[in-house]
């Protein structure tokens, strides 16, 4: 049964004789907003974290495979995900239940902060196996093993833009939560490379690399996987992870306005000048080793130009130069541009790999054998990639022509647009305060429906935005 779509009727009426139902709408939408999170909170949450998909009666529960215990995953779209959310519900109406919602996911994360400063891809809260985890406020234990703060799938990140945005909102700010934020961003500036390049985890003890070199091709690479070679200490872009750790720092540069933070983005994006290869192919790789050069890194990613990272360096290095007003982060993109555009695949997508020098698509069998065909490919990891080369090339054009912006360009959702989004959203939560799909669970075997983190935070995003367009009168 759905409860709230029945004011709009009446107003519809109301609009053929003038009025209108802005009132009513913005009304359902904090009402729906309360009752979702009221939900979601007190019935969805552990310890204030979240996982990824429920069955819709909550018996059966995801992250990256089943969950049992009393275990939350930090990985988007979970718990700081849907903290982020909260934080725009409430900054956009200053109702308390929101800021409660919040704090709750905070707590969550400061119990789940490693002594590294960062975070993994969940959290343990039952004792037997905490133990076994270095959680920074734990004590440490005999069977404490070792274990790196990890910026792979946006885990770190996605925490610290969701604190740094509550530390934000709650100003001035409150003492654990600022604390455990300012601590985990000067742990993640430790774990810079000299030459700007972060890894794709971090320990306890900082790490230092060479001299910094410009990206070249290895004069040969194995066409079978050699091992992992501990590629998770390597400079690494892939799966977006070098836009997702500057975002952050420059979030935290424009609240704190502290300038290491703006200085680490820079260097991060000096370094993205330094990785872009030379022709024939002037775009970037997932990996690269010490000596800047592509390499493996899992078995299904082999040295090679990345059609999915290179379009992600491409929007970082435009937002850099809205930032700072530099032309030099500019200057890569012509050629970059050029070169992707030409390696368009028939379909208008781009490969995700490259081959090196040939320009060569390339793909696995589904036993993980390298080939350039495509009819075999495991279905777990895309191969193939949108294309979002036109939106970059005309934001380029854009920018070289005028003036730099002091913060990324947003363009609002028209009115009518964004009231009917949210009276989507409202219309379709269901009488707990739940949105269910009609979706399967990945890992159990169960058709559905089920409640999905994601559709969560993107309805109450929706919501917010809402609401901060039309705020209480």
């Known amino acids: 049964m759905k409860t709230f779509g029945y004011r709009c009727l009446a107003a519809a009426v ?28 007190r019935k969805v949450a552990t310890e204030g974290g979240y996982l990824w998909r429920y069955s819709a009666d909550l018996k059966l529960r995801e992250g990256e495979g089943k969950v049992t215990g009393n275990t939350v995953w930090v990985q988007p779209p979970g718990t700081p995900a849907m903290g982020e959310a909260f934080v725009k519900l409430y900054d956009a109406t200053g109702e ?14 400061r119990r789940g902060q490693l002594r590294s400063g960062g975070w993994q891809d969940h959290i343990d809260f039952d004792s037997v196996d905490r133990v076994r985890i270095p959680y920074r406020i734990d004590p440490p234990g005999k069977k ?52 700007g390049a972060f890894p794709q985890v971090w320990g306890e003890t900082r790490m230092e690399t060479p001299n910094a070199l410009p990206a070249d091709y290895p004069a040969s690479w194995p066409r079978v996987y050699p091992g992992h070679g501990s590629y998770w200490f390597r400079y ?21 306005h502290d300038d290491r ?18 022709d024939p192919q002037p775009a970037w790789a997932q990996q690269y080793d010490f000596e800047m050069r592509p390499a493996w890194a899992r078995k299904f990613e082999p040295p090679a130009v990345s059609g999915g990272e290179s ?3 491409l929007e970082i290095l435009l937002e850099t130069y809205r930032r700072t007003g530099e032309q030099k982060y500019l200057k890569p993109l012509p050629r970059a541009l050029a070169y992707l555009k030409k390696s368009r ?51 380029y054009n854009r920018l070289r022509t005028s003036a730099a912006e002091p913060a990324p360009r947003k363009l609002a959702p028209a009115k009518g647009d964004i009231e009917a989004r949210a009276r989507k959203v409202i219309d379709a ?13 990945r890992y159990h075997r169960y058709e559905g429906p089920i409640i999905d983190m994601a559709v969560a935070v993107k309805n109450l995003t929706i919501l917010a935005e809402y609401l901060r367009g039309y705020p209480k009168t």
């Open 14 to 41: 109301a609009v053929l004789v003038g009025g209108n139902c802005l009132g009513d709408t913005r009304a359902d939408a904090l009402s729906a907003a309360k009752k979702a999170v009221a939900f979601y909170t």
């Open 96 to 109: 308390a239940a929101f800021l409660d919602a919040a704090r709750g996911v905070a707590e969550a994360l």
């Open 144 to 195: 404490t093993k070792q274990v790196f703060s990890s910026l792979d799938d946006d885990k770190t990140q996605s925490s610290l833009r969701f604190l740094i945005e509550l530390d934000r909102a709650v100003a001035p700010q409150a003492d654990a939560i600022h604390e455990m934020t300012t601590f985990a961003l000067d742990r993640l500036l430790r774990a810079q490379y000299p030459n």
């Open 236 to 256: 690494t872009l892939n799966d977006n992870l070098m836009p997702d750790v500057m975002h952050a720092l420059w979030l935290a540069w424009a609240v704190y």
């Open 261 to 278: 933070y703006g200085e680490a983005a820079r260097k991060a994006a000096d370094f993205l000048l330094l990785a872009q290869l030379p």
């Open 311 to 313: 379009q992600g360096v």
């Open 345 to 395: 695949l028939a379909d208008g997508r781009l490969a995700r790999f490259y081959e090196l020098e040939t320009n060569r698509p390339l793909y696995f069998t589904r036993d993980y054998t390298l080939t350039y065909d495509d009819g075999d490919m495991p279905t777990h990891y895309g191969f193939k990639v949108p294309s979002k080369l036109d939106a970059i090339e005309k934001e």
């Open 429 to 441: 939560l269901d009488e707990r305060g739940a949105w269910v799909s009609d979706d399967k669970l």
